[in-house]
């Protein structure tokens, strides 16, 4: 079992930055995959970024790519999405999830059993 809490979210204009950061208790942290989603009104639950439960890899949706960070700290059972250059469109609840493994991809939310209860994040123009 993992537990995950998200923290650092806020309202931030147009062009600002925000860390978000995601604090898993359980044993078992470092054998899942990571992921951030993100949910804005009216719209589906949607990929943001991932990191294999090593580290080593990271992926991103197109829409961030560039801007936004994915990491983690398999010591500290932690991790963290850096978003710099935010934007109105970035503005969403964002949640934090575990897999032990994909389902059909890195961005596939059905393959995350784990999921936090989300940070507000609000960029205003």
């Known amino acids: 079992q993992v537990q995950l809490v998200e923290s650092g979210g806020g309202l931030v204009q147009a062009g600002g930055s925000l860390r978000l950061s995601c604090a898993a208790s359980g044993s078992t942290f470092s054998e899942h995959h990571m992921g951030w989603f993100r949910q804005a009104p009216g719209k589906e639950r949607e990929f943001v970024a991932g990191?294999?439960?090593?580290?080593?890899?990271?992926y991103y949706a197109d829409s961030v790519k560039g801007r936004f960070t994915i990491s983690r700290d398999n010591a500290k059972n932690t991790v963290w999405l850096q978003m710099n250059s935010l934007e109105p469109e970035d503005t969403a609840v964002y949640y934090c999830?575990?897999?032990?493994?994909?389902?059909?991809?890195?961005?596939?939310?059905?393959?995350?059993?784990?999921w936090g209860r989300g940070t507000q994040v609000t960029v205003s123009s």
């Open positions: 999830a575990a897999a032990r493994t994909y389902a059909t991809s890195v961005s596939d939310k059905r393959g995350y059993i784990y």
């Open positions: 990191i294999t439960w090593t580290g080593d890899n990271t």
